[in-house]
């Protein structure tokens, strides 16, 4: 074979030369992979084809996001033999390792526990040795660090020294650059009715199905992040023939739709990627399934509050998340309202995909720039709002009024209120406790076949007829309509024109001679 550098050896970058590479010509745009093939010759004397500058190139995004110091030689990247337990193992790690000093004989001897649990059929007892162990520390970033004093174990008694050392770090960035991310469970069917009753009723119980909300915006309101909706099912039946790009969030899931280590690290490299070019401080709070350690990070400053003050400090708790569920519940109970006015059987039964439209929508439309920005100042974690004025709640009351007047109109025997709603018990856990080996192996090991095991009917596909149709009757419902806005008819005409570009939905032109039938 003729090789494609003629007279030269073969040669392989290391994962270092790639990042170097990538770095590089993120700061000289202009540069030629020519002029690249001669740079890396001239500093690292290797002979590399342009094809193999291409593919790096590629790959930049990989290669700048990850931690090239943990393994500077690695030319190539082996799998690890055995990818489901170090899943497990490196979940229970992180959750532990702040209440444990960790040992590699302790690895060891949880990654032998977790074989015969994800293999229980067999008999031999899996020999792990010490080059597997330090491939899995190389592999997961996992290092030897020394505790320092009592500092862990220390209980918070002056809350205003914590704030000064938290006002000193968030006034070093922007408005705009300070992120805060929390996560809430979300009882997604929860019905506004507690019926009293000697026995539970047919019909009655408390639907509690969950999912696990992540939310995350700036101090001034003026980004909302993507929401992440974490579910118990890989594929549930309501996303098939979903264009599932097309909802403004991502999904992911686990057994329990919990928050996992897992879930958290690739939300904030996900995060990190967004916020390229830019230098952000992102405030989170102290669960269990937030690792601190992240390594590789371009953009983003992890900064994480002070235990037992987050109830206090943190501004997605001081009303962002609560005016988020009221929206979203206000939305759900119009819907079952709908339901009732079109004879339709069971209509608080929503599905996931329900769920997530609605969600979206509360987050994307309805939770306010001001909200976001009055909350954060009620935190007062910046030194300029010391002297700021409480949160003022006026607006949030008025939600609140409209959401109790949806309530009413459902006609519940023995309703609750909109404040005790979205207080509901329970419903906020939203990051896991410490749990046992056993309880991450079913969090964590989720099948990506298991769907939702329901009666939930499929997205019925419409056809472009259908839809031109619906956006005529829609029309002319508007046109009659004596409040009708013009913002009304922008929306209505904006997707008349989305469907009249029937390029989008056909492979070949539509013709005159397409509507006549042809004699024979």
């Known amino acids: 074979m003729v090789s494609h550098l003629k007279g030269v050896s073969k040669s392989t970058m290391t994962d270092q030369i790639r990042r170097e590479l990538c770095e590089y010509k993120r700061d000289y745009m202009a540069c030629t992979q020519r002029e690249l093939q001669s740079w890396i010759e001239e500093k690292f004397h290797l002979k590399i084809s342009q094809g193999t500058i291409s593919n790096t190139l590629k790959r930049s995004a990989e290669y700048l996001s990850t931690n090239t110091e943990k393994g500077k030689a690695t030319k190539r990247h082996k799998p690890a033999k055995f990818p489901d337990m170090e899943k497990v193992v490196f979940e229970w790690f992180l959750q532990h390792q702040n209440q444990v000093n960790m040992t590699g004989e302790l690895i060891l001897e949880k990654a032998k526990v977790t074989m015969k649990l994800l293999n229980p059929q067999q008999d031999s007892e899996h020999q792990l040795s010490q080059g597997w162990l330090e491939k899995f520390k190389l592999r997961h970033g996992i290092k030897s660090f020394r505790r320092f004093g009592e500092s862990g174990s220390v209980d918070i008694h002056d809350m205003e020294n914590k704030l000064e050392a938290i006002r000193e770090k968030v006034d070093k960035f922007p ?47 003026s980004e909302k992040v993507p929401l992440w909706i974490i579910g118990k099912y890989a594929k549930p039946r309501c996303f098939k023939n979903v264009n599932m790009s097309s909802l403004n969030c991502e999904y992911r899931f686990n057994k329990r739709a919990w928050m996992t280590s ?58 962002i998340i609560r005016a988020f569920k009221m929206h979203y519940r206000r939305r759900f109970y119009r819907e079952i309202l709908e339901g009732y006015e079109l004879e339709q059987p069971y209509p608080s039964k929503i599905n996931v995909l329900d769920a997530i439209n609605f969600a979206v929508a509360a987050w994307t439309i309805n939770v306010q720039q001001e909200t976001i920005a009055n909350c954060f100042r009620h935190c007062k974690i910046r030194s300029e709002d010391i002297e700021s004025r409480n949160l003022d709640g006026s607006t949030c009351e008025v939600d609140v009024h409209e959401l109790d007047a949806v309530i009413n109109n459902l006609g519940y025997r023995n309703r609750i209120d909109a404040n005790s709603l979205l207080d509901y018990p329970g419903e906020n856990v939203a990051c896991s406790e410490v749990q046992s080996l056993e309880e991450i192996v079913a969090t964590i090991l989720t099948s990506d076949d298991e769907v939702e095991d329901d009666t939930t009917i499929p997205l019925e596909p419409v056809t472009r007829k259908e839809a031109i149709i619906a956006s005529r009757v829609l029309h002319n419902f508007w046109m009659r309509f004596e409040k009708t806005t013009p913002e009304v008819f922008d929306a209505m005409r904006k997707i008349r024109d989305e469907l009249q570009q029937e390029c989008k939905f056909k492979n070949r032109q539509t013709t005159l001679e397409s509507y006549f039938s042809k004699f024979s």
């Open 262 to 319: 897992v879930i958290f690290e690739e939300y904030i490299r996900w995060f990190d990627k967004k916020m390229h070019g830019r230098r952000v401080l992102f405030v989170v709070d102290n669960c269990p399934a937030h690792p601190k350690n992240i390594e590789g990070l371009q953009n983003v400053e992890l900064f994480f509050l002070p235990p037992n003050m987050t109830s206090k400090i943190q501004p997605c708790d001081a009303g």
């Open 175 to 221: 408005l705009k650059d300070v992120f805060n991310m929390d996560e809430t469970g979300l009882f997604y069917r929860l019905q506004a009715d507690h019926s009293l009753a000697t026995k539970q009723l047919e019909g009655r119980k408390q639907d509690k199905e969950r999912l696990t909300v992540v939310i995350c915006c700036n101090s001034d309101g």
